[in-house]
Protein backbone atom coordinates (compact mmCIF):
# COMPACT_ATOMS: atom_id res chain seq x y z
CA UNK A 1 0.00 0.00 0.00
CA UNK A 2 1.35 3.55 -0.95
CA UNK A 3 1.44 6.05 1.38
CA UNK A 4 1.38 9.58 0.83
CA UNK A 5 3.25 12.85 2.62
CA UNK A 6 1.96 16.13 1.38
CA UNK A 7 4.00 18.99 2.52
CA UNK A 8 5.07 22.81 1.24
CA UNK A 9 1.85 24.33 3.01
CA UNK A 10 2.41 27.66 4.60
CA UNK A 11 0.57 31.63 5.28
CA UNK A 12 0.92 34.10 2.40
CA UNK A 13 -0.43 37.33 0.92
CA UNK A 14 -3.14 37.38 -1.67
CA UNK A 15 -1.02 37.12 -4.93
CA UNK A 16 1.70 35.09 -3.46
CA UNK A 17 2.91 31.82 -4.97
CA UNK A 18 3.29 28.36 -2.91
CA UNK A 19 4.34 24.73 -4.50
CA UNK A 20 2.89 21.75 -2.67
CA UNK A 21 4.65 18.28 -2.48
CA UNK A 22 3.26 15.05 -2.48
CA UNK A 23 5.51 11.94 -1.52
CA UNK A 24 4.96 8.74 -2.12
CA UNK A 25 6.43 5.90 0.02
CA UNK A 26 6.70 3.24 -2.95
CA UNK A 27 7.63 3.49 -6.67
CA UNK A 28 4.24 1.77 -7.41
CA UNK A 29 3.10 5.46 -7.35
CA UNK A 30 4.14 6.10 -10.94
CA UNK A 31 1.22 3.45 -12.01
CA UNK A 32 -1.50 5.54 -10.93
CA UNK A 33 -3.72 8.83 -11.99
CA UNK A 34 -3.23 11.84 -9.09
CA UNK A 35 -5.04 14.46 -7.96
CA UNK A 36 -4.82 17.24 -5.60
CA UNK A 37 -8.09 17.83 -3.37
CA UNK A 38 -8.89 20.29 -0.66
CA UNK A 39 -10.92 20.96 1.85
CA UNK A 40 -11.82 24.75 3.38
CA UNK A 41 -13.32 24.76 6.95
CA UNK A 42 -17.36 23.74 7.59
CA UNK A 43 -17.04 22.64 3.43
CA UNK A 44 -16.79 18.97 1.66
CA UNK A 45 -13.92 17.98 0.70
CA UNK A 46 -13.40 19.27 -2.85
CA UNK A 47 -11.27 18.38 -6.33
CA UNK A 48 -8.52 20.86 -7.52
CA UNK A 49 -6.65 19.14 -10.05
CA UNK A 50 -5.49 15.79 -11.45
CA UNK A 51 -2.87 14.06 -13.68
CA UNK A 52 -2.65 11.00 -15.42
CA UNK A 53 0.45 8.69 -15.00
CA UNK A 54 3.06 9.93 -17.22
CA UNK A 55 2.11 13.45 -16.73
CA UNK A 56 0.63 14.22 -19.85
CA UNK A 57 -3.43 14.82 -19.42
CA UNK A 58 -4.34 17.21 -16.82
CA UNK A 59 -7.39 18.70 -15.29
CA UNK A 60 -8.42 21.25 -13.29
CA UNK A 61 -11.30 22.64 -11.53
CA UNK A 62 -12.64 25.50 -12.57
CA UNK A 63 -11.89 27.71 -9.99
CA UNK A 64 -7.91 27.66 -9.90
CA UNK A 65 -7.62 27.01 -13.70
CA UNK A 66 -4.91 29.34 -14.95
CA UNK A 67 -3.59 29.67 -11.76
CA UNK A 68 -2.31 26.53 -10.33
CA UNK A 69 -0.39 23.89 -12.21
CA UNK A 70 -0.30 19.94 -10.82
CA UNK A 71 3.08 17.99 -12.09
CA UNK A 72 4.62 14.76 -11.33
CA UNK A 73 8.31 13.27 -11.16
CA UNK A 74 7.98 9.68 -11.61
CA UNK A 75 11.68 8.93 -10.76
CA UNK A 76 11.34 11.01 -7.33
CA UNK A 77 7.88 9.13 -6.44
CA UNK A 78 6.22 13.13 -5.59
CA UNK A 79 3.47 14.60 -7.15
CA UNK A 80 3.58 18.79 -6.71
CA UNK A 81 0.61 21.25 -7.15
CA UNK A 82 2.41 24.76 -8.03
CA UNK A 83 -0.02 27.78 -7.11
CA UNK A 84 0.27 31.15 -8.22
CA UNK A 85 -1.85 33.76 -7.79
CA UNK A 86 -3.05 32.81 -4.59
CA UNK A 87 -6.37 34.16 -3.25
CA UNK A 88 -8.28 34.19 0.50
CA UNK A 89 -10.66 31.83 -1.17
CA UNK A 90 -7.76 28.98 -1.30
CA UNK A 91 -7.64 28.93 2.10
CA UNK A 92 -7.77 25.12 2.77
CA UNK A 93 -5.99 22.11 3.81
CA UNK A 94 -4.50 20.46 0.61
CA UNK A 95 -4.61 16.91 0.13
CA UNK A 96 -2.83 14.33 -2.49
CA UNK A 97 -4.62 11.25 -3.48
CA UNK A 98 -4.91 8.52 -6.25
CA UNK A 99 -7.78 9.77 -8.70
CA UNK A 100 -10.02 8.99 -8.31
CA UNK A 101 -9.82 9.53 -4.30
CA UNK A 102 -9.29 6.14 -2.43
CA UNK A 103 -10.65 6.37 1.29
CA UNK A 104 -7.22 4.69 2.59
CA UNK A 105 -4.69 6.67 1.22
CA UNK A 106 -6.04 10.38 2.71
CA UNK A 107 -3.10 11.16 4.80
CA UNK A 108 -3.06 14.65 6.67
CA UNK A 109 -2.67 16.92 4.15
CA UNK A 110 -0.87 20.57 4.12
CA UNK A 111 -2.67 23.62 5.81
CA UNK A 112 -2.40 26.44 2.98
CA UNK A 113 -3.89 30.18 4.44
CA UNK A 114 -3.65 33.06 2.10
CA UNK A 115 -4.79 36.63 3.87
CA UNK A 116 -5.86 39.66 2.18
Known amino acids: QVQLVESGGGLVQAGCSLRLSCAAS????????MGWYRQSPGKEREFVAR????????TYADSVKGRFTISRDNAKNTLYLQMNSLQPEDTAIYYC?????????WGQGTQVTVSS
Open 26 to 33: RSTFRMYS
Open 97 to 105: NVHPPTAAY
Open 51 to 58: LNWSGGST
